[in-house]
């Protein structure tokens, strides 16, 4: 395993997730993961929000960038579960494209919180495909029942997206998310 203690509760370790996108479904998250628990909101420093991680679908999700400002922000959740479900990240080929990577995130109260966060790895990135208009509408509806900032949801409208030619993929996905809320 590649990671773990972030802190010791009650002699249990307990690893912390900067959730991004699709990750802060906290309701879906506990399916995978029972111990799974909010913290709070918080921000991550100095990286953008973009739409760069190649998707089978022909489509881009979700990815943070570094950036050189330090002010702009990519704004989640953080979730914290005990190491036994942490074990869930060991399996599946996400390691192929992706790396969780421990960073300093800055939590509502501005206190550093090291977090792991899901990064593309660089052969998974492209700056040509936009997300599925049903994927971004998946984004923006979440941070807004996470309340993030409301100058960072009127961001995340703004970007782009493209409708996916597969309509019943498209009805499919979204009753997918409506139900896991």
């Known amino acids: 395993m590649f990671f773990r203690v972030e802190k010791q509760h009650k002699k249990r370790t307990v690893m912390i997730l900067f959730a991004y996108a699709s990750n802060m479904n906290?309701?879906?998250?506990?399916?995978?993961?029972?111990?799974?628990?909010?913290?709070?909101?918080?921000?991550?420093?100095?990286?953008?929000?973009?739409?760069?991680?190649?998707?089978?679908?022909?489509?881009?999700?979700?990815?943070?960038?570094?950036?050189?400002?330090?002010d702009v922000p990519v704004w989640g959740v953080l979730l914290e579960f005990n190491d036994e479900d942490a074990r869930i990240f060991d399996k599946g080929d996400w390691h192929k494209h992706?790396?969780?990577?421990?960073?300093?995130?800055?939590?509502?109260?501005?206190?550093?919180?090291?977090?792991?966060?899901?990064?593309?790895l660089p052969h998974a990135v492209n700056e040509y495909l936009l997300p599925y208009d049903w994927y971004k509408e998946k984004l923006v509806t979440l941070a807004a029942m996470q309340n993030l900032p409301a100058n960072y949801i009127a961001?995340?409208?703004?970007?782009?997206?493209?409708?996916?030619?597969?309509?019943?993929?498209?009805?499919?996905?979204?009753?997918?998310?409506?139900?896991s809320l």
């Open 98 to 120: 992706m790396e969780l990577k421990p960073m300093q995130c800055v939590d509502v109260q501005g206190n550093l919180v090291t977090a792991h966060v899901f990064i593309s």
């Open 155 to 179: 961001a995340l409208k703004l970007m782009p997206a493209k409708p996916d030619p597969n309509v019943k993929r498209a009805e499919r996905r979204m009753k997918k998310f409506r139900e």
């Open 26 to 70: 906290v309701t879906d998250f506990t399916r995978s993961l029972p111990s799974a628990r909010k913290l709070g909101n918080a921000y991550l420093p100095g990286h953008a929000f973009v739409f760069n991680k190649t998707a089978k679908d022909r489509s881009s999700k979700a990815n943070v960038m570094p950036v050189d400002n330090p």
